[in-house]
């Protein structure tokens, strides 16, 4: 993968024992280049110095540090020896103290002047050792540094004991000159044969320990001085320009190479698509400004917001925030990245259902990411608000940002991001986007610049079918719809009774050979278009890849406790499943891996799967352009052929879009017109978020008055919209009926103060909005739990249910009244009374079930709640979720939507009761059956659950083979693993192995936090002197 920066590469060469007979030179002293005795010595100039020696030498490659350099007069740099030219020199001054010496007696008195400094200098005479001292040192090696300020602080350290004393020779008292001055002479000698050998090691030494230990002075500097070449230039210019604060710590994006590496190892990424590298080297994402990147389905936009929080996690230490909008997405992501986690040294949180802490715990030593459904990641930034921590969230991604137009959830995600933005300068914001109409819109609200691009890795050739022709879709044509082919299969009149449509002549096309994809309008024509298609298969198809579809057969009985949906039973062999909401999460996930690895040719489901995991096929066929009984919004209708063509598989992708007569002309509309706008939500449902978000505000003291609430208003999408949206009322009148609204549910009480109005939030506003709790129903959960106090039954988990079984769940009931009252007639005497205690006696259930008329007026919100409770409470003491659909004559897929919700719920509930001290009994009650709700599973299995991606089955197989807590998992060997537990993948055993690890060193982590946090002293410590003040 490209960085896009440019690449520095240094060329470092090892210097290797060399022949002296290859460095002899001018330079090299006569001795030692041969000749004979009889070769004068070369006269030194006068005017002599030791950089002169080295300006006329060409520079030699670099060398090694570790070698020993001077070995046999081993050189730094070839023909320019230091010691070679340090020796001659010698050489030279040796010859001119032995001829003075020699000839002492004849020589005039030798001519004392006082120097500078005090030292000693013969008129007449220029020495090496003097031009050390006493010339500076121009262009000096680095290397030499060292030698240079040793030599300089010795001739200091002597000037200052010398004083300004001047030298004179020794005489003795009876005036013997000649003895006296050869005596000097031969000392003089001695001296300075001495110094030039102390000189000639102590260089030597210098140079040695210079070469040997890492040196004060850059490696690049020496470099430079070593070899000036282009390549070192650019090294040089590289360093100039980082920063001593820099963040850049490698050259993949300024992430360091193993992130490289691993998205090689991990995901087999070897390069990024163009787009991808231009995006990531945008000025607005260098200088961490907020960005909204807009691309067709399956992009690759993932990638690029991957990179970027791996960027914030560990160049810059600060925590981060994934905004995903499925539960299954989340689970997905968290899997994915917790291998990165793991050889990255940072947290992998997992926010969605019951799972997730508020607040976070604070990790002192590494950053965590949290990845978060769009429901929790609202409290999660509100508890990091309210705790003081929003400093340390770096960097919020949301995927699907174009969901803010998406109804109640839309309203959450825009009151997320307008609280990031109005409270963290520092945070910034990356949103992924599908390509929208008012884009500047969002452009507006977030203060993020955008970058569109309409890349695709394979080409999508777009179709519709009418009748049993074929036609291209040319938006930019006049005619919309251009022909292209007929359908070439013959159809008996049997089939074509039963495929109008001509389904099985598209999917015979491309399958088993390529996938296929088929999305039908309502979850039963999943199921009976898959059959179909099975009908008319040849037999071949059943001898494509058989033995892993018998594997496939006996996981999906595994998963069922031994039952498998029949129409499964029947398709599976052909390569053929279905997929929707009604299958539980077990059966998603085996039919998707199935799907992935081609076990599986071809799918049909619901609109569903367009919007969640990426499941890729060759031919993307719509069934029809309705999701149920509403026509297709072009959203929906680009997010499902989207689908089609698999990256690195496929050459081309297809779509076709199966029409009837009546409905061409809307089909032109809805592939020809462009895309649809996203406006805000926070006035959806009477105005429902607007509330929610005014209630937060107030309790986390964001704002306190009107004033305050209309100012941060002015940072909401809302707000850049209301032209648009406020049309019968101003936003500020719309404020302002909220907060009246507000105050008459007794959520917040106004008070006057000197400034005003002062808005407060009161102990049940800030239950509701610390839990999530819907404001529909925060005040009938109030009262439930208010009455479940009086009479909590506590020999049967049945009350607690109730309590917690969600309220929007209740519409989606319709009771068969045979199967209440026999379920009803199980219960026991207790939980009878109990049933009579909330609303539901005995005589109206029997009376139903007879079918006999009710004069006495019930509640049938809570005689449905009681119902959904009574699945609950048999799905917690049976663990069988197909047994009990079963009994209560329920799908599948509802129950375990059911189940899902209501863990979630329960955890809203416990952390509601949490705020108010008349529920304190509810909060141990609920710690224990969230848990149970969440996994539903016989409790030696609990533990095992809390992995991510190890299911109900996987857990008994895990269990069974000795593998009993987390803790195991994470010391296993994924080799070991895949071996021992069957049909295990290796790539499966990885992804479990590093989640479980994960797991454990979260727990150990959030332990350790606890530990240092009892230990530390405290700041607030009150001192002698204080204590005394006090007293």
């Known amino acids: 993968m490209n960085s896009g920066k440019q690449k520095i590469k240094i060329q470092r060469v090892s210097s290797r024992k060399r022949s002296r007979d290859v460095l002899k030179s001018q330079l090299t002293p006569a001795k030692k280049r041969g000749g004979g005795g009889d070769t004068c010595f070369q006269q030194c100039p006068k005017t002599w110095r030791l950089s002169s020696i080295m300006a006329d030498t060409q520079a030699a490659e670099y060398c090694s540090d570790a070698e020993d350099l001077f070995g046999d007069y081993d050189s730094i740099l070839e023909d320019s020896s230091v010691l070679a030219k340090l020796d001659d020199a010698e050489q030279n001054e040796r010859q001119r103290d032995v001829r003075p010496a020699a000839h002492a007696n004849a020589a005039d008195p030798p001519d004392f002047t006082p120097l500078k400094d005090g030292v000693r200098k013969p008129s007449g005479e220029d020495v090496l050792t003097d031009s050390i001292f006493d010339e500076p040192f121009e262009d000096l090696p680095p290397s030499q540094l060292q030698f240079e300020e040793q030599v300089r602080g010795n001739a200091k350290r002597s000037r200052l004991q010398a004083g300004e004393k001047t030298s004179t020779p020794s005489r003795k008292p009876d005036g013997s000159g000649e003895a006296g001055g050869e005596r000097n002479a031969e000392d003089q000698t001695r001296r300075a044969s001495r110094a030039r050998r102390s000189v000639t090691d102590q260089l030597k030494r210098t140079m040695v320990c210079n070469g040997a230990a890492p040196s004060a002075v850059s490696r690049t500097a020496a470099l430079k001085e070593a070899v000036v070449t282009e390549e070192i230039s650019v090294a040089m210019q590289a360093m100039e320009t980082v920063s001593a604060d820099t963040t850049d710590l490698g050259p993949f994006f300024g992430l360091p190479t193993k992130v490289k590496d691993l998205m090689y190892k991990l995901r087999g990424i070897k390069t990024l698509y163009d787009w991808q590298e231009t995006c990531l080297n945008l000025d607005c994402v260098q200088g961490r400004k907020n960005l909204i990147y807009s691309l067709p389905t399956s992009g690759g936009k993932t990638l690029v917001a991957e990179i970027l929080v791996l960027r914030e996690l560990l160049c810059r230490k600060n925590d981060c925030l994934f905004i995903l909008p499925y539960i299954s997405l989340v689970q997905e992501k968290v899997r994915g990245l917790a291998s990165f986690g793991l050889e990255l040294d940072f947290m992998v949180e997992e926010y969605a259902g019951s799972k997730g802490k508020f607040p976070p715990v604070k990790r002192r030593g590494r950053a965590s990411l949290y990845i978060a459904t769009i429901e929790k990641a609202h409290s999660l930034v509100n508890s990091l608000i309210e705790t003081g921590r929003m400093g340390k969230l770096g960097l919020v991604v949301v995927d699907e940002l174009h969901m803010l137009g998406d109804g109640s959830r839309g309203a959450l995600i825009e009151m997320t991001l307008a609280k990031v933005l109005y409270v963290s300068e520092t945070t910034q914001i990356i949103g992924m986007s599908a390509t929208l109409g008012n884009i500047s819109d969002l452009q507006t609200f977030l203060r993020a610049e955008n970058y569109t691009n309409d890349f695709r890795p394979v080409q999508l050739k777009e179709y519709v079918k009418l009748k049993d022709s074929i036609y291209e879709v040319k938006p930019k044509e006049q005619e919309c719809f251009r022909f292209s082919r007929l359908l070439n299969f013959k159809y008996s009149s049997a089939m074509q009774k039963v495929d109008p449509d001509h389904i099985i002549a598209l999917v015979t096309e491309v399958i088993p050979t390529h996938s296929c994809l088929v999305f039908c309008p309502t979850k039963k024509n999943c199921e009976n278009v898959a059959a179909m298609i099975c009908k008319y298969l040849k037999e071949e198809f059943l001898q494509q890849r058989a033995a892993e579809k018998a594997v496939l057969l006996g996981e999906l009985r595994d998963a069922g406790n031994g039952a498998v949906c029949p129409v499964l039973r029947r398709t599976v062999p052909y390569g053929l499943a279905y997929h929707h909401s009604g299958l539980t999460s077990e059966e998603r996930k085996l039919v998707e891996e199935a799907y992935s690895n081609g076990v599986l040719c071809l799918l049909t489901c619901t609109s569903t799967l367009a919007a969640g995991i990426n499941l890729p096929a060759r031919r993307v066929i719509l069934r029809s352009p309705y999701v149920a009984s509403d026509f297709l919004k072009r959203s929906q209708y680009k997010q499902m052929v989207g689908r089609a063509g698999r990256a690195g598989m496929d050459t081309v992708g ?378």
């Not at 107030?698 to 100012?711: K, M």
């Not at 101003?730 to 008459?744: F, I, P, Y």
């Not at 709700?933 to 809390?946: D, G, H, I, Q, T």
């Not at 992804?991 to 982590?1005: F, G, P, T, W, Y």
């Open 654 to 1031: 297809e779509s076709v879009l199966i029409l009837q007569d009546k409905e061409r002309h809307m089909a032109e509309t809805l592939v020809c017109a462009p895309m649809e706008n996203c406006f805000s939500n926070l006035l959806h449902d009477d105005g429902k978020g607007l509330l929610s978000l005014i209630l937060s505000l107030v309790g986390l003291n964001i704002a306190s008055s009107l004033l305050q609430i209309g100012e941060f208003m002015r940072g909401t999408l809302l707000s850049v919209q209301q032209g648009q949206l406020c049309v019968e009322t101003s936003l500020q009148e719309a404020v302002r009926r909220c907060v009246d609204l507000l105050k008459d549910k007794g959520l917040i009480t106004v008070a006057e103060d000197s400034h005003g109005q002062s808005l407060q939030v009161t102990k049940l506003g800030k239950a509701t909005y610390k839990g999530s709790v819907d404001l529909s129903y925060s005040d009938v959960l109030y009262r439930d739990l208010s009455k479940g106090l009086d009479g909590l039954l506590l020999n049967s988990c049945l009350h607690l249910v109730y309590l917690v079984t969600p309220y929007d769940m209740i519409s989606q009931c319709k009771p068969d009244w045979m199967t209440y009252f026999r379920q009803f007639t199980l219960l026991s005497a207790a939980e009878q009374k109990m049933s009579a205690a909330v609303g539901v006696p005995e005589s109206f259930v029997a009376r139903k079930a007879a079918g006999q008329t009710v004069k006495k007026s019930v509640n049938m919100e809570v005689v449905r709640r009681m119902y959904l409770a009574l699945v609950l409470f048999t799905l917690l003491k049976e663990t069988n979720l197909w047994s009990v659909a079963d009994k209560f004559q329920l799908s599948r897929g509802f129950v375990q939507t059911l189940l899902s919700s209501s863990s979630a719920f329960c955890s809203c509930v416990f952390h509601f009761t949490e705020e108010l001290e008349e529920f304190w009994p509810f909060k141990a009650l609920l710690t224990e059956l969230t848990r149970r709700l969440s996994y539903c599973v016989k409790a030696e299995l609990v533990p095992l659950m809390e992995v991510a991606g190890v299911t109900e089955s996987r857990a008994k197989q895990l269990y069974n083979a000795g593998y009993k807590t987390p803790t195991h998992l994470a010391n296993a060997d994924p080799a070991v693993l895949s071996r021992t537990i069957e049909h295990l993948y290796k790539k499966q055993a990885n992804q479990i192995v590093a989640s479980a690890k994960m797991l454990v060193n979260e727990k150990a982590a959030a332990l350790q936090e606890e530990v240092d946090e009892l230990l530390m002293i405290p700041s607030d410590l009150p001192s002698a002197l204080k204590t005394q003040q006090l007293l």
